[in-house]
Antibody
Framework: QVQLVQSGAEVKKPGASVKVSCKAS????????MHWVRQAPGQGLEWMGI????????SYAQKFQGRVTMTRDTSTSTVYMELSSLRSEDTAVYYC?????????????WGQGTTVTVSS | SYELTQPPSVSVSPGQTARITCSAD??????AYWYQQKPGQAPVLVIY???ERPSGIPERFSGSSSGTTVTLTISGVQAEDEADYYC???????????FGGGTKLTVL
């Protein structure tokens, strides 16, 4: 079955970086874009950016430009999201979600979420 | 920046119709999407391309669009529909996505 499985929870100190993985299975990895969305405690969803696993091209929300890097490994059908210069406000659940390329079908499958806690 | 505005909360009794709106300050007329999120769970897509329903989503969920406002309608609300609902769209380029602030649906 189609699923996105994310890496486990992380605890980081302010100023550090975190790298979250999202392993896809059950579908053609390169046919679907991958989004990253985060949700701070008690808050709404926030779109961070998108990667096209086919060529590796990325687009990032302006808020995260310069701090986020999204990459992919087609050999393992895994995408990665690295966020640097962490601060307490980055404490959140981070989700990956796929979207079929150029079809406007929406983010139809989501990972289970990865909790990132930033604390000194 | 492009923003989507939702009411913070909507309350309905079981069996009634719930309507959740999502307004854009300047809709570039990209499609709208709706996601349902229950506590401790990942979001679930319930409407795509303004009014299409993914397979497996009950028929009581529907979407519509008029001008700069899109609406999620849940007919015959059930207790299990109590959740947070988020609209989502994109800027004029279609690349940069944005979510509304979310609406908490309470089933009385």
């Amino acid at each position: 079955q189609v699923q996105l499985v994310q890496s486990g929870a992380e605890v980081k100190k302010p100023g550090a970086s975190v790298k979250v993985s999202c392993k896809a299975s059950g579908y053609t990895f390169t046919s679907y874009y991958m989004h990253w969305v985060r949700q701070a405690p008690g808050q709404g969803l926030e779109w961070m950016g998108i990667i096209n696993p086919s060529g590796g091209s990325t687009s990032y929300a302006q808020k995260f430009q310069g701090r986020v890097t999204m990459t992919r490994d087609t050999s393992t059908s895994t995408v990665y999201m690295e966020l640097s210069s962490l601060r307490s406000e980055d404490t959140a659940v981070y989700y990956c979600a796929r979207e079929e390329g150029a079809t406007n079908y929406g983010m139809d499958v989501w990972g289970q979420g990865t909790t990132v806690t930033v604390s000194s | 920046s492009y923003e989507l505005t939702q009411p913070p909360s909507v309350s309905v009794s079981p069996g009634q119709t719930a309507r959740i709106t999502c307004s854009a300050d300047a809709l570039p007329k990209q499609y709208a999407y709706w996601y349902q999120q229950k506590p401790g769970q990942a979001p679930v897509l319930v409407i795509y391309k303004d009014s299409e329903r993914p397979s497996g989503i009950p028929e009581r969920f529907s979407g519509s669009s008029s001008g700069t406002t899109v609406t999620l309608t849940i007919s015959g609300v059930q207790a299990e529909d109590e959740a947070d609902y988020y609209c989502q769209s994109a800027d004029s380029s279609g690349t940069y996505r944005v979510f509304g602030g979310g609406t908490k649906l309470t089933v009385l």
